[in-house]
């Protein structure tokens, strides 16, 4: 008898820091608000202690602006919520022209629970050939309630 030992197969492991994106060389961040204690460099740029978080409750939005169209490949984000169970719904959506038209591409919702459901890592590979401008929309509690929006990361290549 023939026998193979099948080798488990590996989940995508993440990018080496240098095939990100340097988006403090590339980008012009506008966002709708921020605490000063988590500004949104801290999810922007790798090796920061923590995230963004918004200034308050409500939604939020995150606009990235290049100088240049950027080639996409692959959107990175990761959430984080240890506190309060929530349901939180975010999209992006993009531009080829500075805003002037956008894409959709994708919505998506997430419930947070601190028993169990802390964190949300969201991978989505897209071939976007000429990116001017990536939008982020957080609503951070869809049921109309207190939460604040954060971000953990988000890293594009």
Known sequence: MRKRIIVPVQPDAALPEDQWLDLEALAEVEISSEDAAHPVEFALLPGQPSGWLAAGPGKQILR??????QPLRRIWLRFVESHVQRAQQYSLRWSPD???S???I???QWNFSPQGATQ????HRVDLPAVTLLEL????????GGAVASLEAL???
């Not at 929309?137 to 109309?144: E, F, L, R």
């Open 64 to 69: 990235l602006i290049f100088a240049r169209p």
């Open 98 to 100: 500075g805003g002037t």
């Open 102 to 104: 956008f894409s959709d």
């Open 106 to 108: 994708v919505r998506q």
């Open 120 to 123: 949300e890592i969201e991978d």
């Open 137 to 144: 929309s957080i609503d951070p509690d869809t049921a109309g």
């Open 155 to 157: 890293r594009l290549a």
